[in-house]
């Protein structure tokens, strides 16, 4: 298969660009102008991933920290008529770190998300 006849970067590495006939390079040189990138769409906002889990988290953490409150808030009366103040269980605790493990699943997920790069694509010149 060969290459089209048209105007390449010059093989000799030179700032320009050589005619090449279809068969051999001309003696024919021009300054080199660097192809444009195609004019692109404005590119609409990416949307941003792992937000639910952060959300989540956070509404999860929330609930622990009000049980938690609630629970030493509360007075515990016991089957002989004693009463004891209440505290945070070891459900609360739970509940909480729940929370907080959602959330850094969330943020793992915001940084870790691959991002969409363009790139230029530069013809070089056809091998001889």
Same mark, same amino acid.
């Given at each position: 298969?060969?290459?089209?006849?048209?105007w390449y970067?010059?093989?000799?590495?030179?700032?320009?660009?050589?005619?090449?006939?279809?068969?051999?390079?001309?003696?024919?040189?021009?300054?080199?102008?660097?192809?444009k990138a195609?004019?692109?769409?404005?590119?609409?906002?990416?949307?941003?991933?792992?937000?639910?889990?952060?959300?989540?988290?956070?509404?999860?953490?929330?609930? &622990?920290?009000? #049980?938690?409150? %609630? =629970?030493?808030?509360?007075? @515990?009366?016991?089957?002989?008529? +004693?009463?004891?103040? *209440?505290?945070?269980?070891?459900?609360?605790?739970?509940?909480? &770190?729940l929370g #907080?493990?959602? %959330? =850094?699943?969330?943020?793992? @997920?915001?940084?870790?998300?691959? +991002?969409?790069?363009? *790139?230029?694509?530069?013809?070089?010149?056809?091998?001889?």
């Open positions: 298969m060969s290459t089209p006849a048209g970067r010059d093989p000799s590495n030179a700032p320009q660009t050589r005619y090449w006939d279809g068969n051999a390079w001309s003696d024919q040189v021009r300054p080199f102008d660097p192809p195609p004019p692109t769409a404005p590119q609409t906002p990416r949307k941003r991933r792992g937000k639910g889990w952060i959300i989540a988290g956070c509404i999860i953490a929330a609930l &622990g920290i009000v #049980l938690g409150i %609630v =629970a030493a808030s509360s007075t @515990i009366v016991d089957g002989y008529g +004693r009463t004891t103040q *209440g505290g945070p269980t070891i459900g609360t605790f739970l509940v909480i &770190g #907080l493990a959602l %959330v =850094a699943v969330g943020f793992c @997920i915001r940084l870790l998300a691959p +991002r969409r790069n363009a *790139g230029l694509q530069v013809n070089s010149a056809p091998d001889v």
